[in-house]
T-cell receptor
Framework: AQKVTQAQTEISVVEKEDVTLDCVYETRDTTYYLFWYKQPPSGELVFLIRRNSFDEQNEISGRYSWNFQKSTSSFNFTITASQVVDSAVYFCALAPGDNAGNMLTFGGGTRLMVKP | GAGVSQTPSNKVTEKGKYVELRCDPISGHTALYWYRQSLGQGPEFLIYFQGTGAADDSGLPNDRFFAVRPEGSVSTLKIQRTERGDSAVYLC???????????FGQGTRLTVV
């Protein structure tokens, strides 16, 4: 069975603060994918990143960075210098590494509120 | 259109009625997925199509739920004898193959009264 836990249900920060969203996962698969999605108030899920379980390199994309630690089964997401437009619900997700790589198991989400 | 299109955007139905929710994937995408998102929760997987066939329907909660994709493009999620607990946002996603990035539609908000 696969499971994703996002312990932080809600985070509130002031604009320009850095914020880290935690994600811990459980799987018996040796190959798997990890994802982060953003869900703004409009409701559409916006893809942010997909990471293969064999690639433990951290990744940076602009103000976003991801820290994948296989030893602790964590895939944390950091937003640097947060902005009001970052306010949304963020979901971490896990998928098997076979051809069904988008059969996602989502965490419960973290609601991020960035105040001006 | 350029993205995944879901219709209707909102649907209110009475308990016990039958509903159909439609998903138009991105043109050329062979893989299609349905998810259900209850209020305040993450989406839950329902069913995955590769082409016309359901490759995995393990997420369908019971036999009142059924989905088809007869021509390998548009998909319809069908719910019989709706119950109040079926109220949720139903999300559709598509991808070029099973292991490439999936794009989500904006969902259909189903309310059963």
């Amino acid at each position: 069975a696969q499971k994703v836990t996002q312990a932080q249900t809600e985070i509130s920060v002031v604009e320009k603060e850095d914020v880290t969203l935690d994600c811990v996962y459980e799987t018996r698969d040796t190959t798997y994918y990890l994802f982060w999605y953003k869900q703004p108030p409009s409701g559409e899920l916006v893809f942010l990143i997909r990471r293969n379980s064999f690639d433990e390199q951290n990744e940076i994309s602009g103000r976003y960075s991801w820290n994948f630690q296989k030893s602790t089964s964590s895939f944390n997401f950091t937003i640097t210098a947060s902005q009001v437009v970052d306010s949304a619900v963020y979901f971490c997700a896990l998928a098997p590494g076979d051809n069904a790589g988008n059969m996602l198991t989502f965490g419960g989400g973290t609601r991020l509120m960035v105040k001006p | 259109g350029a993205g995944v299109s879901q219709t209707p955007s909102n649907k209110v139905t009475e308990k016990g009625k039958y509903v159909e929710l439609r998903c138009d994937p991105i043109s050329g995408h062979t893989a299609l997925y349905w998810y259900r998102q209850s209020l305040g929760q993450g989406p839950e997987f329902l069913i995955y199509f590769q082409g016309t066939g359901a490759a995995d329907d393990s997420g369908l909660p019971n036999d009142r739920f059924f989905a088809v994709r007869p021509e390998g493009s548009v998909s319809t999620l069908k719910i019989q004898r709706t119950e109040r607990g079926d109220s949720a946002v139903y999300l559709c996603a598509s991808s070029l193959g099973g292991s490439t990035e999936a794009f989500f539609g904006q969902g259909t908000r189903l309310t059963v009264v």
